[in-house]
């Protein structure tokens, strides 16, 4: 299946949620006042194989928690990185799933058993250009349905040169990227001056 055959050019976010964010620092995402927020800082607590340093900016849609939503599991993440994350199809495939597995597990309250017992995630991704890439995340929700979850996914890649930052935005959702949820996540907008 040919994601940039199918898919048409659409801004990147990304998804993550985890413990532990920092309520001091501003969100650098800025959406409408219904979405809800988080900060965290690297390494994630629940990925720390990846090796980054910098910050993730968390935006949800107001029905991201509630299974049966339009815009259930809907949101966007950007990772803001002191340095360059030399992206690739292969690398998000192996960082999504590192990321989610982690997250999953972390926020699986089930004991130790059970929690192996959670499918593995797998992510396919194919480059649109040297920026954009597009793909699927086969993964898990332990936060609501505890069933698991393909999620659509599209990254966008950014050089901040004013600030020396690299900048991945992730935008996902289980919905297909012609549903409405996908003009609202492409709304989300990086507040940094570059």
């Not at 620092?25 to 194989?49: D, G, M, Q, R």
């Not at 050089?159 to 930052?165: A, H, M, T, V």
Request: aromatic content about 12%; some cysteine; proline content about 3%.
């Amino acid at each position: 299946m040919s994601f940039a055959k199918t898919i048409p050019f659409i801004f990147v976010t990304l998804l993550s949620v985890q413990c532990g964010n920092n309520t001091k620092t501003k969100n650098l995402l800025s959406t409408s006042e219904s979405w809800t927020s988080k900060v965290i800082e690297f390494p994630l607590e629940f990925a720390t194989s990846l090796e980054y340093s910098g910050i993730e900016y968390v935006r949800f849609a107001p029905g991201w928690g509630k299974e049966g939503a339009s815009d259930y599991f809907s949101y966007t993440f950007l990772w803001n990185l002191d340095e360059n994350p030399r992206l690739s199809a292969k690398k998000i495939e192996s960082e999504m799933e590192i990321y989610f597995d982690g997250l999953m597990r972390l926020t699986s309250k089930m004991d130790s058993k059970q929690k192996n017992e959670i499918p593995k995630s797998k992510a396919f991704f194919e480059k649109v250009n040297d920026s954009v890439y597009v793909g699927k995340i086969l993964t898990y929700d332990a936060f609501t349905t505890k069933k698991e979850l393909n999620l659509n996914v599209t990254v966008h890649y950014s050089k901040c040169e004013l600030q020396n930052k690299h900048l991945v935005l992730f935008n996902l959702s289980p919905k297909s990227l012609e549903h409405q949820i996908w003009k609202k996540l492409k709304k989300v907008t990086i507040d940094i001056d570059c």
